[in-house]
C-alpha cells in the first residue's frame, strides 16, 4: 500500500508564509512526480506546482515567483514554500503523487488527504 500525507498548513496574514510538506511511504517501486494543487469550493482543482523525478519543475502562473516546490533526492518527500501569500491563495491544498508502487507494473495516481491554507487579516 501507498500512502501520501500532507502536514502544514494554517491561517496567515496576507504578505506571509506557509510552508507545507507531503511524504509518500508504504510499498513504493518508484516515483514519477509530485505535486501540490488546490482547490476552492464551486472551483475545479486547480495544479500549483510539480516537480518531476528528472528534475524539471513546473509552477502555474499564479504562483511564480513566490511559491518555491523542494524535494529530497529519492523525491518522496516534497515541500511547498510559499511566500507572498494573497487571499485568493486561500484553498485545500492536496499532494499528488504519481507512484508505481511494488504490486503494480504502471503508475497510479494518489492523493492526500489535503490541508487548508486560509491567508486572512
Known amino acids: 500500500q501507498v500512502q501520501v500525507v500532507e502536514s502544514g498548513g494554517g491561517l496567515v496574514q496576507p504578505g506571509g508564509s506557509l510552508r507545507l510538506s507531503c511524504k509518500a511511504s508504504g510499498s513504493i517501486f518508484r516515483i514519477f512526480l509530485m505535486a501540490w494543487y488546490r482547490q476552492t469550493p464551486g472551483n475545479q482543482r486547480e495544479v500549483v506546482a510539480t516537480v518531476y523525478a528528472t528534475g524539471n519543475i513546473i509552477y502555474a502562473d499564479s504562483v511564480k515567483g513566490r511559491f518555491n516546490i523542494s524535494t529530497d533526492s529519492v523525491l518522496n518527500v516534497v515541500s511547498l514554500d510559499m511566500n507572498n501569500l494573497r487571499p485568493e491563495d486561500t484553498a485545500v491544498y492536496l499532494c499528488?503523487?504519481?507512484?508505481?508502487?511494488?504490486?503494480?507494473?504502471?503508475?497510479?495516481?494518489?492523493w492526500g488527504q489535503g490541508t487548508q491554507v486560509i491567508v486572512s487579516s
Open positions: 499528488n503523487a504519481h507512484i508505481r508502487s511494488t504490486s503494480d507494473t504502471f503508475f497510479r495516481s494518489y
